[in-house]
């Protein structure tokens, strides 16, 4: 991807797509970040935002596969080599790498009060005439919370983006999407009149693995059957259950924000073909980006929850203990200090400061044996420093059509097993500052570290 430095669309390129491509093979698989997107046949799954036809994308590309979303958005799947020239197209805005997803809240009935609420038939808060969407992990479809009292499901849809469809066995992705399975109600029938668990998965063979899918829509939606005097019921407990259990892509076991895209683009467009609103649950989530609501997934969020009668609520706050974000102001003449403690047997790690464009700021990495990076200055295209016994690849990125926010994106990466063990530096040195902030994020799911962040003169 050498070309990728001349060519004069850095804007509309995520910054850590950019650092993924011009990372070697050998670093991008070394690393559980720069791979996200990628496949081992030299095609990548990207997040689109364009403009114009559909059509006129396709014809332009016509070995790629998209899959056109409400509000001018498409996951793409495209050759490593035709990315410089979607970025290129005039119709093409922007375009992002997907991130991978976590799993978030998971509240018990008990804080939110529901009882006086449920205890009051005059309320009538029973969720009838609404349908509940979670996305997540799957759902237990045979658990008697999401049954009738004749023992028919409470599902109108169930698409499970990990079954790959079969047309012979009448298994269909859903209409426009090409992943996975969708089961109807019938099929879903079907499957609980049976009278064992073999042959319940051999028709309906969908299953919530961890079980957070479950548990989310019991919170939401769970009819009390399942407890003795429908105790532990749900929030909307007559309401009906669109459920989507989103693709679990490669070994680390957690989906991708193109599969969520998915996952409620399907949901809105079936609650609207239903004439039914739709309440929809998202209890994964990530802590990537400039966290101002400008990358793609935020903003595509924000375009659908304006079409049809939705309301989107996403599950917040299982980090907030982990230490995982630093953040403050620069001053002139003032270098603010950031300690990274990274705990044994580390294989990659990556790290994302987030300040304005305007503001001129160097950085240096020191390890826990003191050897330091020197000044890292700004510059076009992917820079690589060995500190120690770890390889730093830095990426500073540009704004996007639409923020000012600028990423600098570092992947730590060992240079033999493991990234050097204890407590890292980061130095950040001002030069010309107007807008002063700046915030650090580690990835969602790292209690390993912690960021902890003073000043020096």
Same mark, same amino acid.
């Given at each position: 991807?050498?070309?990728?430095?001349?060519?004069?669309?850095?804007?509309?390129?995520?910054?850590?797509?950019?650092?993924?491509?011009?990372?070697?093979?050998?670093?991008?698989?070394?690393?559980?970040?720069?791979?996200?997107?990628?496949?081992?046949?030299?095609?990548?799954?990207?997040?689109?935002?364009?403009?114009?036809? +559909?059509?006129?994308?396709?014809?332009?590309? +016509?070995?790629?596969?998209?899959?056109?979303?409400?509000?001018?958005?498409?996951?793409?799947?495209?050759?490593?080599?035709?990315?410089?020239?979607?970025?290129?197209?005039?119709?093409?805005?922007? #375009?992002?790498?997907?991130?991978?997803?976590?799993?978030?809240?998971?509240?018990?009935?008990?804080?939110?009060?529901?009882?006086?609420?449920?205890?009051?038939?005059?309320?009538?808060?029973?969720?009838?005439?609404?349908?509940?969407?979670?996305?997540?992990?799957?759902?237990?479809?045979?658990?008697?919370?999401?049954?009738?009292?004749?023992?028919?499901?409470?599902?109108?849809?169930?698409?499970?983006?990990?079954?790959?469809?079969?047309?012979?066995?009448?298994?269909?992705?859903?209409?426009?999407?090409?992943?996975?399975?969708?089961?109807?109600?019938?099929?879903?029938?079907?499957?609980?009149?049976?009278?064992?668990?073999?042959?319940?998965?051999?028709?309906?063979?969908?299953?919530?693995?961890?079980?957070?899918?479950?548990?989310?829509?019991?919170?939401?939606?769970?009819?009390?059957?399942?407890?003795?005097?429908?105790?532990?019921?749900?929030?909307?407990?007559?309401?009906?259950?669109?459920?989507?259990?989103?693709?679990?892509?490669?070994?680390?076991?957690?989906?991708?924000?193109?599969?969520?895209?998915?996952?409620?683009?399907? #949901?809105?467009?079936?609650?609207?073909?239903?004439?039914?609103?739709?309440?929809?649950?998202?209890?994964?989530?990530?802590?990537?980006?400039?966290?101002?609501?400008?990358?793609?997934?935020?903003?595509?969020?924000?375009?659908?929850?304006?079409?049809?009668?939705?309301?989107?609520?996403?599950?917040?706050?299982?980090?907030?203990?982990?230490?995982?974000?630093?953040?403050?102001?620069?001053?002139?003449?003032?270098?603010?200090?950031?300690?990274?403690?990274?705990?044994?047997?580390?294989?990659?790690?990556?790290?994302?400061?987030?300040?304005?464009?305007?503001?001129?700021?160097?950085?240096?990495?020191?390890?826990?044996?003191?050897?330091?990076?020197?000044?890292?200055?700004?510059?076009?295209?992917?820079?690589?420093?060995?500190?120690?016994?770890?390889?730093?690849? #830095?990426?500073?990125?540009?704004?996007?059509?639409?923020?000012?926010?600028?990423? #600098?994106?570092?992947?730590?990466?060992?240079?033999?097993?493991?990234?050097?063990?204890?407590?890292?530096?980061?130095?950040?040195?001002?030069?010309?500052?107007?807008?002063?902030?700046?915030?650090?994020?580690?990835?969602?799911?790292?209690?390993?570290?912690?960021?902890?962040?003073?000043?020096?003169?």
């Amino acid at each position: 991807m050498d070309n990728m430095n001349t060519m004069d669309f850095n804007q509309k390129i995520d910054v850590s797509l950019r650092a993924s491509l011009e990372a070697t093979p050998v670093e991008r698989n070394a690393s559980d970040d720069l791979s996200t997107g990628s496949s081992s046949d030299g095609f990548w799954n990207l997040i689109v935002l364009y403009t114009g036809s +559909p059509q006129t994308l396709q014809n332009e590309f +016509p070995s790629s596969s998209f899959t056109f979303l409400l509000g001018n958005y498409a996951i793409v799947k495209i050759s490593e080599d035709d990315i410089p020239s979607l970025a290129a197209f005039p119709q093409v805005i922007y #375009i992002e790498r997907p991130r991978q997803l976590f799993f978030e809240i998971v509240s018990a009935r008990q804080a939110s009060c529901l009882s006086a609420i449920q205890e009051n038939s005059s309320y009538g808060l029973t969720g009838k005439g609404i349908l509940i969407s979670v996305i997540d992990s799957g759902i237990d479809y045979a658990h008697p919370d999401f049954c009738n009292p004749d023992k028919t499901t409470r599902l109108v849809a169930l698409w499970d983006q990990t079954i790959l469809a079969d047309p012979s066995a009448g298994r269909f992705a859903p209409a426009g999407y090409s992943q996975g399975t969708l089961f109807s109600p019938e099929q879903i029938n079907a499957a609980l009149q049976t009278a064992g668990h073999e042959e319940r998965f051999r028709l309906v063979p969908s299953r919530d693995i961890s079980g957070h899918g479950t548990a989310v829509a019991g919170i939401a939606a769970g009819n009390g059957r399942g407890s003795q005097g429908g105790r532990y019921r749900g929030v909307a407990p007559e309401a009906e259950l669109l459920i989507v259990k989103m693709g679990i892509p490669g070994e680390y076991g957690f989906p991708r924000t193109t599969q969520l895209m998915r996952g409620v683009d399907y #949901i809105i467009r079936k609650a609207e073909e239903l004439k039914k609103p739709v309440a929809v649950n998202i209890s994964f989530g990530n802590t990537y980006g400039s966290h101002d609501g400008t990358s793609l997934l935020e903003r595509y969020l924000n375009t659908v929850s304006e079409r049809w009668k939705n309301v989107i609520c996403v599950g917040s706050g299982n980090e907030g203990t982990t230490a995982g974000h630093a953040a403050g102001e620069l001053e002139s003449r003032m270098t603010t200090e950031v300690q990274l403690a990274v705990q044994e047997r580390e294989v990659s790690l990556n790290l994302q400061i987030w300040k304005s464009y305007v503001d001129e700021v160097a950085i240096m990495l020191i390890d826990p044996s003191g050897n330091a990076s020197g000044r890292i200055d700004e510059r076009t295209g992917i820079q690589r420093i060995t500190v120690g016994e770890t390889e730093l690849l #830095i990426y500073y990125g540009e704004p996007k059509p639409y923020s000012v926010r600028q990423e #600098i994106y570092i992947t730590f990466l060992p240079e033999s097993n493991f990234i050097t063990p204890g407590v890292w530096t980061i130095r950040l040195v001002p030069g010309k500052i107007v807008d002063k902030s700046w915030q650090m994020w580690l990835p969602a799911p790292v209690s390993y570290t912690h960021l902890r962040a003073h000043e020096t003169l």
